[in-house]
């Protein structure tokens, strides 16, 4: 579960994406997101757990580049949240992005199925051995998507991102610091 922990909402919020946006907004402009990533059996049968994500998505450089932050609670409370900065950049003429996180985690590509970008498809390869490989959707309530691991821990990820305000967001990300002295 750590690896997701590490930035692969963002790359399905990025297409969104990297995490998505109604959705999507103009160069320049951000969008948000709050939900939960829910992990599985590889069959998707037996629950591991889940947790919560705030996503924040940049559209630049006329949709050349997309950038997403991801954030999400820290294993203990007393801990800060982990955040991840997943960039995608557009290959020239086509709807296929590189992706990549500021961590160095994992490295692939997105490609979208459309030019409104609302549908698309994971190929990532992880630094720690294994891959991603899934399906992603936004729609004017969010972003779904839908992934299976492969290494490690195989296992299915299933995240469910619904649109929210700037403040909506940032009260998220307030709500995974820990409390003023905890740390």
Known sequence: MEIFKSGLIVAAAALSACA?????????????????VAFFSPDGRLPYGKTEAAVKR?????????????????PSPSMPPKTIVTELKRRKGKLVYDASDSGGTFTGTLTFK???????????????????????????????????????????VKEDLKVASEEQYT???NSMKPAFGAE
């Open 20 to 36: 998505g946006t109604v959705a999507i907004k103009a160069a320049g402009g951000a969008a948000y997101y709050c939900g939960e």
């Open 58 to 74: 940049e559209i630049l450089d006329n949709g050349a580049r997309i950038v997403e932050t991801v954030t999400q609670p820290a």
């Open 114 to 156: 459309d030019a409104e970008l609302k549908s698309w498809t994971y190929n990532i390869r992880l630094k720690a051995g294994g891959t991603v490989k899934g399906s992603g959707s936004l729609t004017a309530e969010g972003i779904k998507t839908a992934k299976q691991l492969t290494g490690g821990r195989p296992m299915s």
């Open 171 to 173: 009260a998220a990300v």
